[in-house]
């Protein structure tokens, strides 16, 4: 399983960005996708996660303004985020879990200035 994020970088408070993850060995129905994020100092975050029949929950401080989908044709994972916060600047790592096993991506740098 390799998972390569990419789509991140510096944007404007209320700006938007989309990042996606390259996901390669994930059968069509693993337990779950899902983006985090951890900034220096702070705890790991589940920010959004997107489930085989395509249910998807979100953290609080991101819902109604990030959105998860998956392209299963393209074994891609996707972040869009709109309407960013300087407190949304994070690495955001893609993850997934299949039987029970864990993988992580490498993550994405996102900064977002005031």
């Known amino acids: 399983v390799q998972l390569v994020e990419s789509g991140g970088g510096l944007v404007q408070a209320g700006g938007s960005l989309r990042l996606s993850c390259a996901a390669s060995g994930v059968p069509p129905r693993p337990d779950y996708m899902a983006w985090y994020r951890q900034a220096p100092g702070n705890q790991r975050e589940l920010v959004a996660s997107?489930?085989?029949?395509?249910?998807?929950t979100y953290s609080n401080s991101v819902e109604g303004r990030f959105t998860v989908s998956r392209d299963k044709a393209k074994n891609m994972l996707y972040l869009e985020m709109t309407s960013l916060k300087p407190e949304d600047t994070s690495v955001y790592y893609c993850?997934?879990?299949?039987?029970?096993?864990?993988?992580w991506g490498q993550g994405t740098q996102v900064t977002v200035s005031s």
């Open positions: 993850v997934t879990q299949i039987s029970g096993a864990g993988y």
């Open positions: 997107i489930f085989s029949d395509g249910s998807t």
